[in-house]
């Protein structure tokens, strides 16, 4: 059963960009988070990061975003250092979608879609709408553009979320732990929204405790544990390959 029906692709894949980042170092304090951090996300791909609880994932995508500024390491687009530049810049090519929707309750959908291009883009009104009504469109919530957020099933809202992140024409998209509020019914809608974007050449990093997901529509999965890459490789190579103690024992917690 397909869920999302649209006639539009979700996101221009014309654009996609490789994502690096190179020994990446975070301490909050004395708590060393992030200890040389290395990943690659090849343009077009979706990498996926598991990890236990406190293992530093949600920080890693923070300091590729330049949430917080990495201490030591470098952050590449297209192979280009973008330590440099405006990290506004920065974090307007990449979408983030969280945990938490964090959706404008007095404004309606498509007004939350709309904010960022308005604001962010200088659109003006009627265009930031257009922008918004068909982002809604492609993620099958167009009927729902003139409603609250509150009206709107969790499942629901993360999908505006997504349409609000897309409708700044990212170049990447972040996704932490995106279903991990949603009742269990309402995260294959998600999930499947997801796999559509990722499918539509959209390079992706995605957190998640999704085992399913994570093994199914990743290029390549980073398995972190203690703010380090413990392994990473193919789905098939961390999933029925495990080489470390430490992936071994997550995996038969989790699966
Ligand atoms: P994960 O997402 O894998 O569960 P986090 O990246 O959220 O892990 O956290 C990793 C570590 O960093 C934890 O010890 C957490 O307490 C710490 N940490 C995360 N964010 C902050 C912050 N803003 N200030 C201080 N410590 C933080
Ligand atoms: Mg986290």
Do not use: C
């Not at 729902?144 to 957020?149: C, E, I, L, N, T």
């Not at 700044?168 to 932490?176: A, L, T």
């Not at 796999?195 to 999704?210: F, N, P, Y």
């Amino acid at each position: 059963m397909t869920i999302v029906t649209n006639t539009h692709h979700l996101a221009d894949a014309g654009e996609a960009v490789s994502l690096t980042g190179r020994n990446l170092h975070l301490s909050f304090g004395d708590n060393h988070v992030l200890r040389g951090v290395d990943i690659q996300v090849d343009a077009g791909t979706t990498t996926t990061v598991i990890g236990p609880s406190g293992s530093g994932k949600s920080t890693l995508l923070r300091v590729l975003n330049r949430l917080h500024e990495p201490q030591q390491g470098d952050i590449l687009l297209n192979g280009r250092s973008v330590l440099k530049d405006n990290p506004d810049e920065l974090r307007r090519r990449i979408g983030m979608v969280f945990q938490q929707f964090n959706l404008f309750p007095h404004k309606s959908v498509a007004d939350n879609v709309a904010l960022g291009p308005r604001k962010l883009l200088g659109l003006s009104r009627d265009e930031a709408r257009e922008i918004a009504v068909k982002q809604l469109d492609s993620v099958g919530l167009a009927a729902k553009a003139d409603a609250r957020p509150s009206t709107l099933s969790g499942g629901q809202q993360q999908r505006v979320a997504i349409a609000r992140a897309l409708a700044m024409k990212p170049q990447v998209m972040f996704f932490d732990e995106a279903t991990s509020a949603l009742d269990p019914e309402l995260v294959k809608g998600v999930l499947s929204l997801m796999t559509e974007l990722s499918q539509d050449g959209m390079t992706m990093v995605v957190v998640t405790h999704e085992m399913g997901y994570a093994r199914d529509v990743a290029d390549n999965v980073l398995f972190m544990d203690d703010g380090v890459v413990v392994e990473t490789g193919s789905p098939e190579q961390i999933f029925s390959d495990a080489k470390s103690d430490r992936l071994k024992s997550f995996l038969s917690q989790v699966l």
